[in-house]
């Protein structure tokens, strides 16, 4: 009995590892993407139109997106999966899916019901 509990916990510790080793990797090439692509822009708007951003405009982006990351809600099932598993181990991500996509909805039906006080809520979080 006390084997099968030390299995399960090797192996949800190599899932553990394997999952923070991937969001690391994923968040440094995500940060790498987003540097790139913004300098591409900005060089292609530069030279194509006197619209492009400032230099202090691109290294406070550039301080931005390094320091506090560019949110997203690709690995939000990776976290929902630990809070949901527990509660709804069969059906956790059927559960968090319905979840998400109602708070979506709200979310969209404020920003037209309530357009600036949403963008007040927005920015204060």
């Not at 709804?88 to 039906?109: C, D, I, K, S």
């Amino acid at each position: 009995m006390e084997m099968g509990s030390e299995k399960e916990r090797g192996a949800r510790a190599a899932t553990e590892s394997w999952y923070h080793k991937w969001r690391h990797g994923h968040t440094v090439v995500s940060v790498i993407i987003t540097l790139l692509v913004s300098l591409c822009y900005a060089l292609f708007v530069q030279q194509n139109d006197n619209t492009a951003p400032s230099t202090l405009e691109m290294l406070g982006m550039l301080f931005a997106v390094s320091f506090f990351g560019v949110p997203h809600g690709a690995t939000d099932h990776l976290v929902a999966s630990d809070i949901f598993k527990g509660t709804f181990p069969r059906t956790w991500l059927l559960v968090f899916v319905v979840l998400y996509l109602a708070l979506m909805g709200l979310v969209v039906l404020a920003w037209n019901l309530f357009p600036s006080a949403s963008l007040a809520a927005f920015l204060f979080m």
